[in-house]
């Protein structure tokens, strides 16, 4: 019996190995996510029923518990060398010739795009992944094979037969712009620092070792170097290295191209030039690399990077100018951001003038003085940014101001604070902090909040004349307070006021939103509202049982929790009420939607597939008849619905409690459901 269930566990690992390759590497998926989803559901609970057949290896086994600190650093089997860079095509033409002189001219060179994302080495031990190590000093890096193993498309263990028994694969750890931008807006939203760039989004993500944030935030790889031991057992070819790397399953460029005269490696870099605008992730140049493994011995390395490859790296939309000055402003949810004013500088069509410097990390990093020459880039972001500061061209430095963030705030005076191991730095005084306070009526009023029709000016006029001292007192604003401010006529000022009075009827999961809780983005929002209904309900809802709701982790039940523990937000959030603003879903709605209350007092566990309706569907028909969905058995299940393939655990469960199991078809017959 055992024996078969063995033989299901391997079947479902091998089909989602499967594909998870098609998906990852070959880029043609032949499942649909949500069956995806449910193999991985069914393999996982047939796993945590017979731990003996366990395999780090599995599927399920990427997301593990997170690495405690301690010594991490590992020393590399190789030194991770990096390449000598050039800039221009002249420089490329001398390392062709130079090769060309050692070796002859009947040899290939394999040119490939230059990724900028952050270096890695993987170990593979008979085909399983066993560590991941950056780049470190090229000698020692940090072992961060917790977080590497939660990008799904590096194999935890390698595809084919005859896997040489140990392998040594490096690669690029990237996150593509969207996901990059995905986060950033999200970041902005809960009033988190941004990342200045994807190459230290993913930085930033690796070295935290969570698993779960590492896979959240899906980052990507992309391998270029396979190496072993016995170097024999490899082909001599690189470029058939490349293709032997995709085969066992890892993802490595489609671009590689083997060229055979310094024309063809001409027309690589002119293609790319613009052709990289076109790719989903970063990339700085390209990287040319001698084809035959055996013709390396003989062309040689320097101390620091072979002689066989170099890096081209293509022109950086940069410029130099002076630094005047910095600003702190001081954002709605109080985190301090540096922006440097320039003097003004023409950056591939516009005018540069201001540029941001992200946090006080970097400050310190670029060892930034007022006057100084600095190197402004354009990059795929749509803010410029400072990536370096010419030393050289600084006056007596000691004559000069180095900037560095401040202590104080520089709106109200409060002492600023920085949370260990966070880069923000941020204003604790939520409640007196004029920025703040102005920065969050302008969230509240935004469009994908209250959706009130008033601009940045007007906010601030509103709140430096006392007019409107908390979003609650919009709704206090008559029309002829409204005229008082330059610029508004009877007309004008009489849209405004019905822009904000026609705001009350926003729905309940917007003002969740507008009110602008830590970390409650516009997701969570909209969770939190489909499931509690109402603000008070939310507001009694325990941490255990905030958690409990899908999507909700511990870090934003708490921000909740905080939140209305703070008597000044309640006493707004009456305010508000009183005013009309949607506190909860709106009885009729819910009428609609339950159909009567027959559920009400159930706790419903389901499992497995439905014929007739989707199990996410089944969960939220429970939900709306006022029933509660329960993910694992326990005492408190009143009932339990199960499809095909139920997990053998949850059912065993119920059945030694003596809960009530029902097939779909018996659910819905006995509360005449749908
Ligand atoms: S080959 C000995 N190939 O660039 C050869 N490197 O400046 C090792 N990089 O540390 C590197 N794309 O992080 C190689 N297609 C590519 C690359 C690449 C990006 C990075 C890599 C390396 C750095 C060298």
Redesign the pocket.
Known sequence: MSLLYKHKIEELRQKLRQYEYEYYILNSPTISDVDYDMMMKDLEALEADFPEYYDSTSPTQRVGSDLTSGDRSVAHRFP??????TYTQGEVGEFYDRIEKEIGDDFCVVA????????ISLIYEDGVLTRAVT?GDGIRGDDVTASVRAIRSIPLRLRGEGIPPLLEV???ILLPWTEFNRINIEREQKGEPLFANPRNAVAGTIKQLSPRIVSERKPDA?F??LLSDEEGILPHSHFARLEMMKQMGLKV?EH?KLCRSLKEVYEYIDKWEDGRRGLDVA?????L?VDDYRLHGQIGFTAK??KW?I?FKYPAEAAHTRLLSVDFQVGRTGVITPVANLEGVHISGTMVRRASLHNADIIRELDLHIGDMVMVEKGGEIIPKITGVKHDERGAADLLVRVEMPTHCPACGATLVKDEGEAGTYCPNDVSCPPQIVGRIEHFASRKAMDINIGPETISELYERGLVRDVSELYNLTVADIMTLPLFKEKSASKLYDSIQGSKATPFAKVLFAIGIKYVGETVARDLAKKTKSLDHLRAMSEDELTAIDGIGPRIAKSLKDYFSDERHIALLDRLEHHGIQMSVPQNEKDEALGGDTLSGQIIVVSGVFSTIEREALKDLIMTHGGKVGSGVTSKTTLMVIGDNVGPSKLQKAEALGTKIMTEEEFFNTYNLK
Do not use: Q, W
Request: aromatic share 10%; charged share 25%; net charge neutral.
């Open positions: 991770m060398l990096s390449l000598s860079n490939e795009i230059k990724y900028d994302g952050v270096s780049r490096r690669g690029e992309i270029y170097y460029s590689a990339t700085d140049g390209i990287v690399k990077s072979p490859a890096a």
